[in-house]
């Protein structure tokens, strides 16, 4: 091999390390951050829910 190859796929292998942390990390923050967005829509679901009071029997303390 080419030694003068050598410091031009080190610098690839490094470029290409960097763009996994990236992508790990983007794709550990999309997951939290839809959690977060699916867990206050659900919130919101459940307060209308409650204020509707649509079904009789359930979340009221009766069976």
Do not use: Q
Not at 36 to 48: P, Q, S, V, Y
């Amino acid at each position: 091999m080419d030694e003068a190859k050598i410091p031009h796929f080190k610098m690839i292998k490094n470029v290409i390390t960097r763009m996994n942390s990236n992508s790990l990390l983007l794709k550990g923050w999309s997951v939290t951050i839809f959690v977060g967005l699916f867990t206050l829509a659900n919130i919101k679901d459940m307060e209308e829910f409650s204020a509707n009071n649509k079904y009789k029997g359930i979340g009221n303390g009766s069976l």
